[in-house]
Structures are given as C-alpha cells and as structure tokens.
C-alpha cells in the first residue's frame, strides 16, 4: 500500500483517456468501494464502464475531455452537497491507489446521456471521469497557506499537515475557497466561502484535512 501523501501528491485531474478498457478486476474494488461508501453515506453512488457517449462534452468552455469511457454518477438527496465531496474524494483516492485516473466533473458532462435511474427526491451532483489517462496531469496552483487557513507561531504541526494536505485537493476551477482555523475550544472549523461547488469542495477539502492532520488527532467544530 503506498503512502497516503504519495497517492494526494499523484492525483491530478485527468481529461485525456486511452482507450485501454478498464480490467474487470478493477471495476470490482471500485464497485466494492461504492458499496461500502452507499452504505454508510446513504449516497447513491454507480459506476458505469464503457459508456463513451456521456463524455461527448457540447461545452468546450470549461475542460476538454476525450477517450472518457467509464464515470461515477454522484447522486444524493437535495443539500448532499459536502457529504458528495467528502465520499466522492474517498473514492477519488482509492481509484488513485489502484492506478486508475480520475477527474471531477460539475459542468462539462451531457446530463441526458448519464442515466443514472434516480430515486425519488435523489438528485445528480456530478460525476466522476474514470480510467487510464493518457497522462498524469500536472500540480495545480496553490494559494499559500495563510491564504486558506489561519495560521501562527502556536500552530500544532498536525494542523499544518492537515492545511497542506488540504491545497492538495482538487477543488471547482481550482478556486481554494475555503478557510480552516482552530476556535477557542481545540477543534477544527471549516469554512466555504462563497463560488460555484464550494459546498462540495469544502467536502473535498475536509476528506483531506483529515489524511493530513490525522483523524485521532482533532474534533471538527460543526
Ligand atoms: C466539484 C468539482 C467540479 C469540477 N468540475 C469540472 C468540470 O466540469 N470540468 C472540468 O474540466 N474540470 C472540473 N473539475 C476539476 C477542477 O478543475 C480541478 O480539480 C482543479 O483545476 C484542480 O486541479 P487538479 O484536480 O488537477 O488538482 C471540477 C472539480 C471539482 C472539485
């Protein structure tokens, strides 16, 4: 099992895919994964392989995919938002960990080609680009840290980790809105200012905090 930090540091949004299906093998820890994420989330999350039509983006503003022929529809309940981020990264990671490419997608993605047979009162949040990328991508740009977190001369280490572990998540547009500080008390409040899927990238972000800073080591402040 790799190091946690290598497989934040590797991930990168990836919009260029091979067509190199995905094994069999590999769709069923992702299907594993997806079980035990719904079960615990009561999200509904569904993989779906060798579906290239939904990637046939008609909005080359944002993002240019090509070769994209498996996704993960995210779907939950209205006001799911963070909770979509925080499992959406824990799968995210675990596909990283077995090799596979990922890239979130809000906005570039046919909507009617995705079927993802909602429940009622269940809503599509985003999806998942999913396979072997023709490259890795490349680092974002990151805003310092002071910029997203309130640090000084008393910060614990752990908090640190946990802010640089958090720059490394992929967020809407590479925006970064969002803001951690420790309140009066010892615990952890997160905050997401105001843009597009900021609700969701705070999700994102938390999912993070916490591989960073390490789980036993603080409470969030909700
Ligand atoms: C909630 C969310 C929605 C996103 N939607 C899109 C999208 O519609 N199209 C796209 O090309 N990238 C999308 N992205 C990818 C971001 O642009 C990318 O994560 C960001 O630029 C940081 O780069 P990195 O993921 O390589 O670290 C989205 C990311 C997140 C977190």
């Not at 895919?17 to 079980?35: F, H, M, S, T």
């Not at 960990?97 to 909602?118: D, H, R, Y």
Request: hydrophobic letters at 40%.
């Amino acid at each position: 099992m790799e190091d946690i930090w290598d497989i934040m540091r590797q991930r990168h949004s990836v919009r260029q895919y091979d067509n190199r299906a995905v094994e069999p093998e590999k769709a069923a820890l992702i299907n594993a994964e997806i079980e035990r994420i719904n079960a615990e989330s009561g999200l509904r999350f569904a993989l779906f392989v060798d579906e290239p039509e939904a990637f046939k983006a008609d909005k080359p503003s944002y993002g240019s995919f090509s070769g994209c022929r498996n996704y993960v529809v995210l779907a939950g309940k209205k006001g799911d938002d963070e909770k979509i981020g925080y499992f959406g990264e824990r799968l995210v990671l675990f596909a990283q960990s077995i090799g596979l490419n990922t890239c979130w997608v809000a906005m570039t993605f046919e909507k009617s080609k995705v079927q993802p047979s909602l429940g009622a009162g269940e809503v599509l949040f985003d999806v998942l680009a999913l396979g072997y990328g023709l490259n890795e991508g490349r680092p974002h740009r990151s805003k310092p840290a002071d910029r997203v977190a309130e640090i000084n001369g008393s910060t614990p280490e752990w908090f640190k980790k946990g802010v640089e572990a958090a720059l490394l998540a992929p967020t809407a547009i590479n925006q970064q809105r969002f803001f951690l500080r420790i309140t009066k008390d010892g615990r952890v409040a997160a905050k997401a200012l105001l843009g597009p899927c900021s609700k969701t990238d705070l999700g994102i972000v938390k999912y993070h905090f916490e591989l960073g800073a390490g789980r036993g080591n603080f409470e969030w402040a909700e």
